[in-house]
């Protein structure tokens, strides 16, 4: 993906640290935000409301120095930010284009590559609009912060799904960390749990309801609800991608799968290798009347390994009422990884979401802090 980086090593998940937690070494961690959106601002709510538990139980006390965001602008304070400012500026009914710009008397006329260069952050948080065709300008940004010396933590598939093996060794050749636990399944731990918990075990398939767009779709559509309805209401409650193209016609869930297959079963796999089919080609009388066939549509992300190859699909399928991924209904997400050593183990929990993906992020900086 990257010309200029060494290629050829097999890099392992970066989120794996070999260092032991080291609580209270060096507590404070300087963050910048690029992106200001609905999971941005999860975020910075969840930083500004756990202030004190995050202070008190890890010794955990970030400093947001500044955001910088496409449409609201940037603002900078090296003794940081007040986030309750920040957020009133941009959540203002109406608020204009540049809201950030007003945070001060000086106007930060930093873009979102100069901000990540100037600002001096211990940790950039990339939570642009994903682009898995490009990754861009999540993966200029992800670059960027590596080479200027920041860890990376991210939501955005874009940059993981297209060049995960390129950004984690650029990290590892600067001795410091490229997470994106949110990627699958928001603040529901599963890249984690694979790599981390479940360390040693080889996963033969790996398989889930991977985008809570879609479910809560079909799940409304079963009971008589019209899906142009049920799609409106995903958007409305920000669970849908800013083009809901990707979740409906499967492309986000194709980005997950990419992530599982590469990042926990050690594949090599490209977008394009998935074979992919979205819920836009279902018929609403066979979704709504599945129960009484005994059956349920769900859209299943697929990885698996077969011989020496690792395929992967993601397809709406009409599942038995007694696979338990049927009763997993609404905006919720599930995972089973398949392995060797445990047999079985099936995660189910929110998959979007302002909180729970503004989580993720907490989780990976945490992390971060706690390597030391
Ligand atoms: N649009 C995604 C979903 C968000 O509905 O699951 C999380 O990737």
Redesign the pocket.
Known sequence: MFGTLPTGTPIEYSAVSSSFPQWGSDVSQKICLIGFGTVGRGLVEILRDKRDLLAEQFEYQPTVVAVSDVFHGTCHDPAGLDLDRVLDLVSRKGAEPGALTGYSDTVCEWDSLETIRQCGADAMVEVTL?NIETGEPALSHCQAALEAGAHVVT?N?GPVALAWRDLSRLARSRDLQFRFEG?VM?GTPVLSTATEALAGCDFGRIRGI???????ILSEMEQGRPYEEALST?QELG???AD?T??VEGY?VVA?VVILANVVMGADMNVADVVREGITGLDADSVSSAPGRGGRWKLIGQVERVGEEVVASVTPVELPLEDPLASVGG?T?AVTLESDLVGPVTIVGA??GKEA?GMALLSDLVAIQRAG
């Open positions: 994903t939501t598939k990627t928001s991977l985008n809570g767009t879609t479910n809560y995903a669970y849908a991608e809901p990707a979740d986000d997950k905006v997400n998959g979007a993906t």
